[in-house]
Nanobody
C-alpha cells in the first residue's frame, strides 16, 4: 500500500492542525494505521494508532487528550487531529500501515508515508 501524508505546517503554541494520510494500492481497511514522529536528533517515536475498523485507538502518553486519530475507510484516509500543540510536538510526522495487531513498535510497520513537517512556535 502507498501512503501520502499531508497537512503539516507552522502553527503557534496552543494551535491546531489536522494531518491526513491517503492510502492507495491495496485494501485500506485491511490495515491498522499508526502515526509516528521524528524530531531532529531523536529517534522516531509512536504517536498513536487506530485499528482497521476504527473501533480501537492507542496514544502515547505525551499526546493523550490532545491528539485524536480517526479514519474513513470509504476515503482510504486516516487523520491525526492535533490540538493544544506545544513546541515539543515539532517533528516530521509519518503515517504507517500494518496488518495484524495494532502495535507501537516502529519496526513492525510494513508501509510508510513520506512524512510531513509540523513546526510549533512558542
Amino acid at each position: 500500500v502507498q501512503l501520502q501524508a499531508s497537512g503539516g505546517g507552522l502553527v503557534q503554541a496552543g494551535g491546531s492542525l489536522r494531518l491526513s494520510c491517503a492510502a492507495s494500492g491495496r485494501t485500506f481497511s485491511n490495515y491498522n494505521m499508526g502515526w509516528f514522529r521524528q524530531a531532529p536528533g531523536k529517534e522516531r517515536e509512536f504517536v498513536g494508532g487506530i485499528r482497521w475498523n476504527g473501533r480501537s485507538t492507542d496514544y502515547a502518553d505525551s499526546v493523550k487528550g490532545r491528539f485524536t486519530i480517526s479514519r474513513d475507510n470509504a476515503k482510504n484516509t486516516v487523520y491525526l487531529q492535533m490540538n493544544s500543540l506545544k513546541p515539543e510536538d515539532t517533528a516530521v510526522y509519518y503515517c504507517a500501515a500494518r496488518e495484524g495487531a495494532l502495535v507501537r513498535e516502529t519496526t513492525w510497520y510494513d508501509y510508510w508515508g513520506q512524512g510531513t513537517q509540523v513546526t510549533v512556535s512558542s
